[in-house]
């Protein structure tokens, strides 16, 4: 009973609480002060970066005195706690580095000790790995965990302190004032101020712009300056007229060809319908009066007009197509194009005067008549006909018609006229067969 009372005794003495390690700006120790009124602080560890473990021990300063005598003997502290006797042989109860708690009563092991036993994007604060962004930046800000520590930055489009406050940009605030020149204008292109000079003014936009021109000389040698800007002196000319050249920042004018007016003032055209044009020019082609024939014929072709039409032909002594060339006659061209019937060949000849003309012939195997038409015959050869037939001017007909004699007979075969002359008949069959005599033969004993 004496040896628990003395156990309680030191427990109602000591009260120990271990803290683990403190970041010096977290102030940790100021924080356990203002809870307790009678504590003391010692420094357990201190790390290369200068962050220290602090032990803060609890005293009961009325048991104080009494608990001095027992010391760690009697194993006054907590589970996992550490016991130290201090001066006199005063037990000291603390939590262990890494471990947290009431040392009087149970220790419990932290998450970490320092950064490097958390991942690159958590933090060890109060022995635990948590997010180093959470109320770490400004408001609006974009908060990226790197390496244990907050890093925070504004969005695109936003600007300010990222640890304070994020604002959204207005672009138009960078043209006021106008970073730009005199006679310019400021614009915001992709977020980027841009200068330009205002309409009829040029320079540099950046330091001033000025009029384009102020007399003809400032302009280039084909232009001319009008109300301050360099335009084509051309444009001095009259409507339709054309530009011939440019002398002394003026225009040289002049009406197209066929036009009439002023080429200052307008150039209109020679006519407006066939009716204003004349009788060797009838034709109005875009207000111009023209010869339909000019350029409608080919070479050597004669040209008639009727009415406005040209009709193209080639010289009576001349061939050829009038719409490209004419040529003079040749033997060939009295049979091209061919004058003759179907199936009828030309050929160039004579009439009976001595003339030149065509001369028409059927094609072999064929008949007719040449200047109209030809028909191919029946046969060409002998072979086309029967045994008893003879091809004779292109028929397959019999060959004994006219061959043999008055009187004889005929018989075709292999396409010829076999004559003969009658039994009791002799002579030539092919001439005439005559009655054949006889004489009476003298017996001779």
Same mark, same amino acid.
């Not at 003079?328 to 061919?338: H, I, V, W, Y």
């Given at each position: 009973?004496?040896?628990?009372?003395?156990?309680?005794?030191?427990?109602?003495?000591?009260?120990?609480?271990?803290?683990?390690?403190?970041?010096?700006?977290?102030?940790?120790?100021?924080?356990?002060?203002?809870?307790?009124? /009678?504590?003391?602080?010692?420094?357990?560890?201190?790390?290369?970066?200068?962050?220290?473990?602090?032990?803060?021990?609890?005293?009961?300063?009325?048991?104080?005195?009494?608990?001095?005598?027992?010391?760690?003997?009697?194993?006054?502290?907590?589970?996992?706690?550490?016991?130290?006797?201090?001066?006199?042989?005063?037990?000291?109860?603390?939590?262990?580095?890494?471990?947290?708690? /009431?040392?009087?009563?149970?220790?419990?092991?932290?998450?970490?000790?320092?950064?490097?036993?958390?991942?690159?994007?958590?933090?060890?604060?109060?022995?635990?790995?948590?997010?180093?962004?959470?109320?770490?930046?400004?408001?609006?800000? /974009?908060?990226?965990?790197?390496?244990?520590?907050?890093?925070?930055?504004?969005?695109?489009?936003?600007?300010?302190?990222?640890?304070?406050?994020?604002?959204?940009?207005?672009?138009?605030?960078?043209?006021?004032?106008?970073?730009?020149?005199?006679?310019?204008?400021?614009?915001?292109?992709?977020?980027?101020?841009?200068?330009?000079?205002?309409?009829?003014?040029?320079?540099?936009?950046?330091?001033?712009?000025?009029?384009?021109?102020?007399?003809?000389?400032?302009?280039?040698?084909?232009?001319?300056?009008?109300?301050?800007?360099?335009?084509?002196?051309?444009?001095?000319?009259?409507?339709?007229?054309?530009?011939?050249?440019?002398?002394?920042?003026?225009?040289?004018?002049?009406?197209?060809?066929?036009?009439?007016?002023?080429?200052?003032?307008?150039?209109?055209?020679?006519?407006?319908?066939?009716?204003?044009?004349?009788?060797?020019?009838?034709?109005?082609?875009?207000?111009?009066?023209?010869?339909?024939?000019?350029?409608?014929?080919?070479?050597?072709?004669?040209?008639?007009?009727?009415?406005?039409?040209?009709?193209?032909?080639?010289?009576?002594?001349?061939?050829?197509?009038?719409?490209?060339?004419?040529?003079?006659?040749?033997?060939?061209?009295?049979?091209?194009?061919?004058?003759?019937?179907?199936?009828?060949?030309?050929?160039?000849?004579?009439?009976?005067?001595?003339?030149?003309?065509?001369?028409? /012939?059927?094609?072999?195997?064929?008949?007719?008549?040449?200047?109209?038409?030809?028909?191919?015959?029946?046969?060409?050869?002998?072979?086309?006909?029967?045994?008893?037939?003879?091809?004779?001017?292109?028929?397959?007909?019999?060959?004994?018609?006219?061959?043999?004699?008055?009187?004889?007979?005929?018989?075709?075969?292999?396409?010829?006229?076999?004559?003969?002359?009658?039994?009791?008949?002799?002579?030539?069959?092919?001439?005439?067969?005559?009655?054949?005599?006889?004489?009476?033969?003298?017996?001779?004993?």
């Amino acid at each position: 009973m004496m040896e628990q009372r003395q156990r309680g005794l030191l427990g109602l003495t000591f009260m120990v609480l271990a803290i683990a390690v403190a970041l010096p700006q977290l102030a940790i120790g100021k924080k356990i002060e203002k809870r307790c009124l /009678n504590c003391s602080y010692r420094t357990y560890y201190t790390y290369g970066d200068g962050r220290s473990l602090q032990r803060v021990v609890y005293r009961d300063p009325v048991y104080t005195r009494a608990a001095q005598s027992y010391g760690c003997s009697g194993n006054p502290c907590g589970v996992n706690a550490v016991c130290q006797e201090a001066a006199g042989g005063r037990p000291v109860c603390s939590c262990p580095p890494g471990y947290s708690g /009431n040392p009087l009563t149970h220790c419990n092991r932290g998450e970490c000790l320092d950064n490097v036993d958390c991942r690159g994007d958590l933090q060890c604060k109060d022995n635990r790995c948590v997010n180093p962004c959470v109320g770490a930046c400004g408001i609006g800000s /974009n908060c990226d965990a790197r390496n244990h520590v907050a890093v925070c930055s504004c969005p695109a489009g936003y600007n300010g302190d990222p640890y304070h406050a994020c604002h959204l940009n207005d672009p138009e605030e960078q043209c006021h004032p106008s970073p730009c020149g005199v006679n310019t204008k400021c614009e915001i292109i992709n977020g980027v101020p841009t200068c330009s000079c205002h309409h009829g003014y040029l320079g540099n936009p950046l330091s001033g712009c000025r009029h384009e021109c102020e007399h003809d000389g400032d302009c280039s040698s084909r232009d001319m300056c009008s109300n301050f800007k360099c335009v084509p002196s051309c444009g001095q000319c009259g409507s339709g007229a054309s530009c011939k050249t440019v002398a002394n920042h003026r225009a040289v004018c002049e009406c197209p060809k066929g036009y009439i007016g002023s080429a200052y003032t307008e150039c209109r055209p020679e006519c407006y319908g066939d009716v204003d044009c004349p009788a060797g020019r009838p034709a109005c082609f875009y207000g111009i009066c023209k010869n339909t024939c000019e350029g409608a014929c080919g070479v050597g072709a004669d040209c008639n007009l009727r009415g406005l039409t040209p009709v193209c032909s080639c010289p009576r002594d001349m061939t050829g197509d009038p719409f490209v060339r004419c040529r003079p006659f040749t033997k060939e061209d009295l049979c091209d194009p061919n004058p003759c019937g179907t199936n009828a060949i030309c050929v160039p000849g004579h009439d009976n005067t001595g003339r030149e003309r065509p001369v028409c /012939n059927c094609l072999p195997g064929h008949t007719g008549n040449p200047l109209t038409h030809c028909t191919r015959g029946e046969c060409l050869s002998n072979n086309e006909c029967p045994d008893h037939r003879a091809c004779i001017n292109y028929q397959c007909i019999d060959p004994c018609i006219g061959k043999c004699a008055t009187g004889a007979s005929c018989e075709p075969k292999a396409h010829l006229a076999v004559c003969r002359c009658p039994p009791g008949q002799s002579g030539d069959a092919l001439v005439s067969c005559r009655q054949t005599r006889t004489f009476p033969v003298a017996k001779y004993h």
